[in-house]
Each structure stands twice: as structure tokens, then as C-alpha cells.
């Protein structure tokens, strides 16, 4: 059954689990949620740096059937138009919300996608925008930050965008 009320390009704001949340700072965290609806869970990014913040630290300790109270879904981040090409350009944890897209237009073969993607370090969720583009027509440029992209002269298609 699907998550009731979450589509793509919502937020959500986890409210409580079975470990207390300490609130730090504004207090709220909203997150980008990365699944789809049929993949039955909801699957947000983040990024912890080298400590996590103690509201971080809880959902690090969170594990698969673990009951959470969340508030929302809020926002409507997504694809509008239905038969346009699509340019989605994110860093870092960034492209959260660009997973579940990619996956919502895994169906569409014919509309141009492409993720165009800078990160330090590794590139969230990149075995997953590879298996979306095995099966449409998604393009991913992925660089790490600082990394010189290829020269669009010297007849790399990777640049050619």
C-alpha cells in the first residue's frame, strides 16, 4: 500500500521516534523525502559531517520498523510539465529530491533528463540515478567539486551538454 499523502517532491518533518529527539537550534528539520510512494517507506538524504548533530545522532540510530511521528508532507518540489525536457542541478545533499523524481520518470523514454550533479567526496544515491538511466533517458554528469569538467572540444559526449 502506499504512503498515504506523500508524493514526489515533499518534505516532511520527523517529529518524534523511539529515541527523544533533542531539539537544537530553530528546532525543526525538515527533509527532503527521496522515495517514491511505492516504495512503501519514506527515504530522506543527509549529511552528518564528521559528528552528528544530536538531532541527526537520533535518526542515525533509527533502524528498519522503527515507529516515527512525522509532520507533514509539505511542499510540491517536483516536475510540472509533463512532456518538457528536464534539467535537474543539485551539490551535496542537494539532490535528495532529484532520486525521486528520477524515479517517478524511470517510465518516460523519450523526454531528455539530466542530473547534473557536484558533490566532496562521493555522489549521494549514484547506484541508484544509474539504474534509472539504464532504463530511460536520464543523463548524469557527476563531478566532484574541483574536478575540471571534460573540454566540449575534445569530442567527450560527457562534456557535449
Not at 530553530?26 to 559531517?49: K, L, N, Y
Not at 528498519?64 to 512525522?70: A, F, H, T
Request: charge should be positive; glycine fraction near 12%; aromatic fraction near 6%.
Amino acid at each position: 500500500m502506499p504512503l498515504i499523502g506523500i508524493s514526489t517532491g515533499n518534505q516532511v518533518l520527523p517529529a518524534s521516534s523511539p529515541y527523544p529527539i533533542k531539539n537544537t537550534g530553530s528546532g525543526f528539520r525538515f527533509f527532503s523525502i527521496a522515495g517514491v510512494p511505492d516504495e512503501h517507506a519514506i527515504t530522506i538524504g543527509t549529511r552528518t559531517g564528521k559528528t552528528a548533530s544530536a538531532y541527526k545522532a537520533v535518526l542515525t540510530h533509527l533502524h528498519k520498523g522503527d515507529r516515527v511521528n512525522l509532520r507533514g508532507p509539505i511542499g510540491s518540489f517536483g516536475v510540472k510539465n509533463d512532456s518538457a525536457p528536464v534539467v535537474m542541478i543539485a551539490s551535496g545533499v542537494g539532490v535528495t529530491p532529484f532520486r525521486a523524481m528520477a524515479l517517478d520518470l524511470t517510465a518516460d523514454q523519450t523526454r531528455p533528463i539530466k542530473l547534473i550533479q557536484s558533490a566532496h567526496g562521493f555522489h549521494l544515491f549514484q547506484s541508484d540515478f544509474e539504474g534509472v538511466a539504464q532504463k530511460c533517458a536520464l543523463r548524469v554528469l557527476a563531478r566532484r567539486i574541483g574536478q575540471r569538467c571534460p573540454d566540449t572540444n575534445a569530442g567527450d559526449d560527457q562534456g557535449a551538454w
